[in-house]
């Protein structure tokens, strides 16, 4: 029977994914640390620096299969250093004296930034995936919804009439420009480090360039222009985006949360089969995925406090950074990968109440349609003459909770310019929605070329 205190794994549903626990799991960490080695030594025989039947056979034991994980713990906590067990597990494990060759002319820090290069890499491809799949999916509710015309508000209060296609529209339009950021950032993101212990190469004369830019593009990694052990802002920067591509999700979340309240419940959460709202109130329908996205939002935006504080490093290394980055790399991505799975699945499923946005839009009486009330009557009386009439009315409107149309239309100044008929055309909610519709079909056009280009 497994000790119940040796894991935590209740919450891992809000908090990370089967996926990114493997990716940043020990044996997969370890394997891309091996990875490295290999292909080292590999590059290292070809440019004749070590025996190739050392480097045939570091390759073949390359494998985390071989490790035994119970000696290699008892080594790491026996050195406490954070490399030297794996090459220590290498001797054992490599026939003849081949384990002599692993790790030839590099230190520690070079094999620990590349492989966790590597090990981001990988968890960005996974979730880049799922961002363009989320991309795809406001795209099209953005075009389903694109004339259902709902409540457009600012500071909280009812504004004007807006369509749901526009409001996922701006979510669309965000998401994308996080999109195109994270893209921007690859070439500077996805490099490799090997440079020696203070980044001079000093410990392979003069082969060290050649046999830095052959282990790094045979790992699929850029080569940096010089060692970034003490220069870690790209990091930094992959960080700081993917806090705002969950502040994006926190947003979405956020509306969502929003617009589910009993009040407004324009939007709803798809209640699953079995959903409990609360422990006390039977009736509850809690938007449960809206309030984990906030969150992970929330937690995000701390990881990218913490890498940005890492930047200050001293001298020509210091793992102080590092060792946050350890901490951080798992922390965000796995948030992320939890959060954009729920941000798919809320999108994808999202409930819509077309009957409570028309309730909703008729709530105010009439006022949401006060500017165009205005900038028709702006067109004979001026703007400034029409907005204090329109102001008044709607005040009153408002206090003594009247239809502002029957205000409208017993008020001399504004049945001299506008008619009956014309007033209740103006306050047709369809009929002052602007471009709204332009922007959800823009949105479309831009995923469609987005993905026409991708081949996909």
């Not at 930094?236 to 994006?248: K, P, R, Y």
């Amino acid at each position: 029977m497994s000790d119940m205190y040796d894991e935590s794994t209740l919450n891992d549903m809000y908090f990370t994914t089967k996926e990114m626990k493997r990716i940043f799991s020990d044996a997969n960490k370890i394997q891309k640390q091996m990875d490295c080695e290999a292909v080292l030594a590999e590059v290292e025989a070809a440019l004749g620096m070590i025996p190739p039947e050392a480097a045939a056979e570091i390759v073949k034991k390359s494998r985390v299969e071989y490790i035994d994980f119970e000696a290699l713990r008892a080594d790491f906590n026996r050195t406490g250093h954070p490399f030297v067990p794996l090459v220590h597990a290498y001797k054992k494990i490599c026939e003849g004296n081949a384990g002599e060759y692993v790790h030839w002319g590099a230190t520690t820090q070079d094999i620990l930034d590349t492989a966790g290069a590597l090990q981001i890499k990988e968890a960005y491809e996974l979730l880049m995936q799922r961002f363009e799949e989320l991309y795809k999916i406001l795209a099209e509710q953005a075009y389903r919804y694109k004339d259902l015309v709902m409540v457009g508000r600012t500071n909280g209060q009812h504004a004007m009439p807006i369509t749901l296609g526009y409001k996922i529209s701006v979510w669309g339009f965000e998401l994308r420009d996080n999109i195109d950021r994270l893209h921007e950032a690859e070439k500077r993101v996805f490099k490799g480090e090997f440079a020696g212990a203070v980044g001079t190469l000093a410990s392979l004369g003069e082969q060290g360039l050649r046999v830095q830019a052959g282990f790094l593009k045979r790992l699929g990694l850029g080569i940096p222009a010089v060692a970034w052990s003490s220069s870690r802002n790209h990091y930094a920067e992959l960080v700081s985006d993917l806090a705002i591509m969950a502040a994006t999700f926190g947003k979405i979340g956020t509306e969502v949360y929003a617009l589910q309240k009993s009040e407004i419940d324009e939007l709803e959460e798809q209640q699953g089969e079995g959903a409990i709202g609360s422990s006390t109130m039977p009736h509850k329908r809690n938007p449960f995925r809206s309030m984990e996205l906030s969150t992970n939002a929330r937690i995000a935006r701390g990881c990218a406090e913490t890498m940005l504080g890492a930047l200050e490093t001293e001298h020509e290394r210091d793992p102080r950074s590092a060792s946050v980055e350890n901490v951080v790399f798992e922390q965000i991505f796995s948030l992320l990968h939890a959060s954009v799975e729920r941000a798919i699945s809320l999108m994808k499923n999202l409930v819509v109440h077309p009957e409570h946005m028309q309730r909703n839009i008729a709530a105010l009486h009439g006022l949401i349609f006060s500017e165009a009330v205005m900038m028709e009557l702006g067109k004979k009386l001026g703007r400034q003459s029409a907005h204090e009439i329109v102001h008044k009315l709607s005040m009153k409107a408002f206090e003594t909770e009247t239809p502002l149309a029957a205000l409208l239309k017993a008020d001399a100044r504004v049945t001299a310019v506008l008619s009956a008929e014309a007033i209740d055309t103006i306050m047709q909610p369809e009929k002052y929605i602007g471009q709204a519709a332009f922007f959800a079909e823009q949105l479309k056009r831009q995923k469609d070329a987005y993905f026409a280009d991708k081949g996909k």
